[in-house]
């Protein structure tokens, strides 16, 4: 039942911005270290930025700068922000992360990976 749902793609201009949500569905205690990916035709998937429960925040080198990672714990919720886009960015975006659910033994709790469907992000003149 625990779903990652996205959001936000679509087509842009170079050097616009889109604002990609990720929110985990269900029935969910919280959520663990996220991240989005991104897969462009052809290539392989790549990791794009990552935000763990604390600690700091971790970007592809090809979106440092531009792309900023963000979370609300309370919504279950992880965003990427993308300003600057350009071309080379056109790829599908994936969310990813653990997901903590209650178990059947109260007081126990299970972390699970789950991956988000994608959404394409197209960015062209």
């Known amino acids: 039942q625990v779903q990652l749902v996205e959001s936000g793609g679509g087509l842009v201009q170079p050097g616009g911005s889109l604002r990609l949500s990720c929110v985990a569905s269900?029935?969910?205690?919280?959520?663990?270290?996220m991240a989005w990916y991104r897969q462009a035709p052809g290539n392989q998937r790549e990791l794009v930025a990552t935000?763990?429960?604390?600690?700091?925040?971790t970007y592809a080198d090809s979106v440092k700068g531009r792309f900023t990672i963000s979370r609300d714990n309370a919504k279950n919720t992880v965003y990427l922000q993308m300003n600057s886009l350009k071309p080379e960015d056109t790829a599908v975006y994936y969310c990813?992360?653990?997901?903590?659910?209650?178990?059947?033994?109260?007081?126990?709790?299970?972390?699970?990976?789950?991956w988000g469907q994608g959404t394409q992000v197209t960015v062209s003149s």
């Open positions: 990813n992360g653990d997901v903590v659910t209650p178990s059947d033994t109260p007081s126990h709790y299970y972390m699970k990976n789950y």
């Open positions: 269900g029935i969910i205690s919280s959520i663990g270290a």
């Open positions: 935000i763990p429960r604390l600690g700091t925040t």
